[in-house]
């Protein structure tokens, strides 16, 4: 997990509400990616960003929405449109490379009450 | 498409034999294959991987996988497991010449999991 924080570890979110999730790296890698995890199904792409200021949908991007101003973070937003947002999210981040190895933060555990 | 086939949502070995934890693929190209860990309520740890070269792959806490192109396989291996390789481990893809995402980020498919049991 090092050189990628997320938080909070875990996160309660009420109906109709939206919530952010933090994911700072100090990697220095331009492309940063957020999953979700569901028991069972894998790792799903939410959304991905590859420079400041640019970001685009992966496979399950409704009901999600992210910035990317500064290299080193890359929140996301779990909004009130996203039928079933209980889950477990993963930030990762890799350098611009399709070599390149992704490395992953702690993560951060959804729950909607 | 690239896709990722982990047979086994689970295997139970006993501490000191060895372990195989089982991965298929699927690429229209050439392949970049990962394996990651997962313990409990953590993040997705990088064990090794293949891009090109040598079919075998040494990685991290004495595990390798061997790369198999006709079986299009890479399963995951240590001779002597130990209690503390009990986890969650992922298998995942990345097809060599398919288009890159939008500018150079590229895209890993990920496998469903295994879980490892090591019992005493």
């Known amino acids: 997990d090092g050189g990628i924080t997320q938080s909070p570890k875990y996160l309660f979110r009420k109906e109709g509400q939206n919530v952010t999730l933090s994911c700072e790296q100090n990697?220095?890698?331009?492309?940063m990616y957020w999953y979700r995890q569901d028991p069972g199904q894998g790792l799903r792409l939410i959304y991905y960003s590859q420079i400041v200021n640019d970001f685009q949908k992966g496979d399950i991007a409704e009901g999600y929405s992210v910035s990317r101003e500064k290299k080193e973070s890359f929140p996301l937003t779990v909004t009130s449109a996203q039928k079933n947002p209980t889950a477990f999210y993963l930030c990762?981040?890799?350098?611009?490379?399709?070599?390149?190895?992704?490395?992953f933060g702690p993560g951060t555990r959804l729950t909607v009450l | 498409a690239q896709s990722v086939a982990q047979p086994e949502d689970q295997v139970n070995v006993a501490e000191g034999n060895p372990l195989t934890v089982k991965c298929t693929y699927s690429?229209?190209?050439?392949?970049?294959l990962f394996w990651y860990v997962q313990y409990p309520n953590r993040g997705l740890q990088f064990l090794l991987k293949?891009?090109?070269?040598?079919?075998l792959v040494k990685g991290s806490y004495g595990f390798e996988a061997e790369f198999n192109k006709s079986q299009t396989s890479f399963h995951l291996k240590k001779p002597s497991a130990l209690v503390s390789d009990s986890a969650l481990y992922f298998c995942?893809?990345?097809?060599?010449?398919?288009?890159?995402?939008?500018?150079?980020?590229?895209?890993?498919?990920f496998g469903t999991g295994t879980r490892l049991q090591v019992t005493l």
């Open positions: 690429v229209s190209g050439n392949p970049y």
């Open positions: 990762a981040s890799s350098r611009a490379d399709r070599t390149d190895t992704q490395y």
């Open positions: 293949y891009i090109t070269g040598d079919n």
């Open positions: 995942a893809v990345r097809d060599m010449n398919s288009p890159l995402l939008t500018g150079t980020a590229s895209k890993l498919t």
């Open positions: 990697l220095n890698h331009d492309a």
